[in-house]
């Protein structure tokens, strides 16, 4: 079946520490996007990516990087400048960037930094 | 800018209540489009419908309606006759320019048996 994979599920660091979140999916998307989710603030845009080796900040950027070196992967690292990194990271996808196709998430990954 | 609102941070309802989760959003854009996106537990976000503003026709999917209303600027979600099965975050989000989702902050629909 068809889907995006986000691994590991809950991910623990130590503060200071960068950690990497995979993110890949075998729909043939061109789009992919990562979000994060924080306790009564819904859903914020960090990067996303129209298509291969392109990619752009979203709306809360600073301290995460990215790559797309292919269509179906998309990691996303979170870096010792990111001040607050605890969270649930989202990763999306969809056919194309634009509103002909919805958004597929994954099941998210929770990062613990300690 | 662009912004969702969705003022109800958690409801709780009985079992067999019918529920009406509120969206209100804030787009220069003439031409836009309005999603609903289920979380249950899991965490996964699950799409339940897109709107069109250009469609201003309720939508009927089972025990779901949506009422888009432009003048308001509102798109609400209605669950008829709530099941446990229902409890879950909502949110409503709205197609920023780049593609991506603005989100709302989302609802804690609770639904007690």
């Known amino acids: 079946d068809g889907g995006i994979t986000q691994s590991p599920k809950y991910l623990f660091r130590k503060e200071g520490q960068n950690v990497t979140l995979s993110c890949e999916q075998n729909?043939?998307?061109?789009?992919m996007y990562w979000y994060r989710q924080d306790p009564g603030q819904g859903l914020r845009l960090i990067y996303y990516?129209?298509?291969?080796?392109?990619?752009q900040k979203g709306d809360i950027a600073e301290g995460y990087s990215v790559s797309r070196e292919k269509k179906e992967s998309f990691p996303l690292t979170v870096t010792s400048a990111q001040k607050n990194p605890t969270a649930f990271y989202l990763c999306?996808?969809?056919?194309?960037?634009?509103?002909?196709?919805?958004?597929?998430f994954g099941n998210g990954t929770r990062l613990t930094v300690t | 800018a662009q912004k969702v609102t969705q003022a109800q941070t958690e409801i709780s309802v009985v079992e067999k209540e019918d529920v009406t989760l509120d969206c209100v959003y804030e787009t220069r854009d003439t031409t836009y489009y309005l999603f609903w996106y289920k979380q249950p537990p899991s965490g996964e976000l699950v799409f339940l419908i897109r709107r069109n503003s250009f469609d201003e026709q309720n939508e009927i999917s089972g025990r779901y309606s949506w009422n888009f209303q432009k003048s308001t600027s509102s798109f609400n979600f209605t669950i008829t006759a709530s099941q446990v099965v229902d409890s879950a975050v909502y949110f409503c989000a709205l197609e920023g320019s780049q593609g991506n989702l603005i989100f709302g902050k989302g609802t804690k629909l609770s639904v007690k048996p």
């Open positions: 990516s129209q298509i291969v080796n392109d990619f």
């Open positions: 729909l043939n998307h061109d789009a």
């Open positions: 999306a996808s969809s056919i194309t960037a634009g509103s002909e196709s919805p958004l597929h």
